[in-house]
């Protein structure tokens, strides 16, 4: 797995890494589906490489290693990972906690030869108390270690952790680093060309829609019906009813990355002068109201429908 982009960002956590420290503790904050976690398992493959270059010189034992840990973790393979790695993310999605935390530190503190790395992803959602074991361990790192928090906003962090870190922030992917790491998944020309459009910088919504090919027609269709509202003056109450339909079978995230793609495909229709002034207003206003009724827990069908017909009305 490559990596790509990010170039100052590499530029400067290689810098920390020439001046070998006994240990390392890192925030690496950005949006999401950027990289941060990948470059955080090259910079422990660079700690821990045993010739010491870079990012690792990918043939010593230990960067195999770490190549492997690399391709369990974004191919779902099996390989023999890197005995000196942990990586920790929230419980079912939800928090870090405590328990997970102790046993990260106790790992951190068992012998080894090159030294050990803690990588805690979505480390903004450690709970209070995970929150607190943790403080006490970047107080005393333990011999030869590199803790790597990632996190898409560090003021979500406890501001004693962030004041015990070095900050490395990592900025959005350009649209043609975007195009690059699309085509480097076997996607076709035309499809890295769309899914760039509406990338917005980092790569959660087209992975999300190549998961989801359906995300992005529903989507579409969405705001064809509203363009054939706003350009000819034709209501489709049919055609909302069914599509409403169907969106209901999807689950939250689905349903919200769907509104995503509406209001990427509203804004750039706007910025054209394709929609009209008051009606480009009114619809994101609606869009908001919909967000929120959805994660409210309205039905879904409901919300949608409702949506349109406030516009359209
Ligand atoms: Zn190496």
Do not use: W
């Not at 420290?21 to 950027?34: A, R, T, V």
């Not at 490489?49 to 492997?68: A, D, I, P």
């Not at 209070?128 to 996190?151: C, D, G, R």
């Not at 087209?206 to 706003?230: A, C, M, Q, R, W």
């Amino acid at each position: 797995m490559k990596l790509i982009g990010h170039e100052k960002t590499r530029d400067l956590i290689l810098s920390f890494l020439e001046r070998e420290y006994d240990s390392y503790s890192f925030i690496f904050e950005g949006k999401d589906c950027i990289g941060k976690k990948l470059t955080a398992l090259y910079t422990a493959r660079g700690f821990l490489c045993e010739k010491k270059v870079g990012f690792g010189c990918g043939e010593c034992t230990s960067c195999r290693l770490v190549n492997n840990t690399i391709r369990n973790i974004y191919y779902g393979e099996d390989l023999n990972s890197h005995p000196d790695i942990k990586v920790i993310s929230p419980e079912n999605g939800k928090e870090i906690k405590i328990d997970q935390i102790r046993e990260a530190i106790n790992f951190l503190k068992l012998k080894s030869k090159g030294g050990k790395v803690l990588i805690i992803d979505n480390s903004e959602r450690m709970n209070a108390e995970a929150s607190n074991a943790l403080l006490k361990t970047l107080e005393e790192p333990p011999e030869k270690t590199m803790i790597i928090l990632v996190t898409s906003n560090q003021n979500k962090l406890i501001p004693t952790i962030v004041s015990r870190c070095k900050k490395v922030r990592f900025s959005p992917l350009s649209k043609e680093e975007i195009e690059v790491i699309l085509g480097l998944k076997g996607l076709d020309e035309k499809k890295i060309k769309m899914l760039s459009e509406i990338s917005d910088g980092s790569l959660c919504l087209p992975i999300h829609i190549v998961e989801n090919e359906t995300v992005y027609k529903y989507g579409k269709d969405l705001y064809h019906l509203l363009s054939l509202y706003f350009e000819k003056g034709e209501i489709h109450s049919e055609g909302i009813i069914s599509l409403s339909e169907l969106m209901d079978k999807l689950d939250i995230e689905s349903i919200l990355n769907i509104i995503e793609i509406l209001e990427i495909l509203v804004y750039k229709n706007g910025l054209n002068k394709k929609i009209p002034v008051e009606v480009y207003d009114n619809i994101l206003k609606e869009v908001d109201k919909m967000k929120r009724a959805i994660s409210k827990g309205v039905k879904k069908k409901l919300a949608v429908e409702g949506f349109y017909f406030n516009i359209v009305r």
